[in-house]
């Protein structure tokens, strides 16, 4: 999905940086063509000037995406989830970055989950990133506790993961 969004503004790299800010950050585009967080109105300068984009490309942007019916259904629907990593060290708690070999491989999340069940580590938060949406997506639990060296043993000896991160 991701690439054929980003095919649909092939012509304009500049375009293209906002489509992905858009996606990465969750904004919504509402239908008088703001970016938007919810309800709150996200100035096209501030976005122009976080990727470093003419605030008329924004703007061009989210005429293009009101335009075609499949974008607007996107963008429209799109939302943020308020995520703890950030918090982590604020709240004493440890985030867990894992990297797979196949993120289309099924089972991923229940094996690593379940892997935590098993030795009694409770997950505050799960995130896992589209593979349809970055290139290289991980998967980040959050957890009251720090992890055991054997957790994190048994975590990296399942078949599928690639690389494990502690924050």
Same mark, same amino acid.
């Given at each position: 999905?991701?690439?054929?969004?980003?095919?649909?503004?092939?012509?304009?790299?500049?375009?293209?940086?906002?489509?992905?800010?858009?996606?990465?950050?969750?904004?919504?585009?509402?239908?008088?063509?703001?970016?938007?967080?919810? $309800? /709150?109105?996200?100035?096209? %300068? =501030?976005?122009?000037?976080?990727? @470093?984009?003419?605030? +008329?490309?924004?703007? #061009?942007?989210?005429?293009?995406?009101?335009?075609?019916?499949?974008?607007?259904?996107?963008?429209?629907?799109?939302?943020?989830?308020?995520?703890?990593?950030?918090?982590?060290?604020?709240?004493?708690?440890?985030?867990?970055?894992?990297?797979?070999?196949?993120?289309?491989?099924? $089972? /991923?999340?229940?094996?690593? %989950? =379940?892997?935590?069940?098993?030795? @009694?580590?409770?997950? +505050?938060?799960?995130? #896992?990133?589209?593979?349809?949406?970055?290139?290289?997506?991980?998967?980040?639990?959050?957890?009251?506790?720090?992890?055991?060296?054997?957790?994190?043993?048994?975590?990296?000896?399942?078949?599928?993961?690639?690389?494990?991160?502690?924050?």
């Amino acid at each position: 999905m991701f690439d054929e969004i980003m095919e649909k503004f092939e012509g304009s790299p500049s375009q293209q940086a906002v489509i992905r800010l858009l996606l990465e950050r969750g904004f919504s585009v509402n239908d008088d063509g703001r970016v938007v967080s919810g $309800g /709150i109105e996200i100035p096209n %300068t =501030g976005i122009a000037r976080e990727i @470093d984009v003419d605030r +008329r490309v924004v703007d #061009s942007t989210t005429d293009a995406i009101l335009e075609d019916p499949e974008l607007r259904r996107i963008f429209q629907n799109i939302s943020q989830v308020p995520s703890l990593m950030d918090l982590a060290p604020v709240l004493d708690l440890t985030v867990l970055s894992i990297a797979v070999d196949d993120p289309e491989q099924e $089972g /991923i999340v229940a094996g690593i %989950t =379940g892997t935590l069940a098993d030795n @009694d580590i409770s997950i +505050r938060q799960t995130i #896992s990133e589209d593979p349809e949406f970055t290139d290289e997506p991980r998967l980040y639990l959050v957890t009251d506790e720090a992890l055991p060296g054997e957790v994190i043993t048994e975590l990296r000896d399942l078949e599928f993961v690639r690389k494990i991160e502690i924050q």
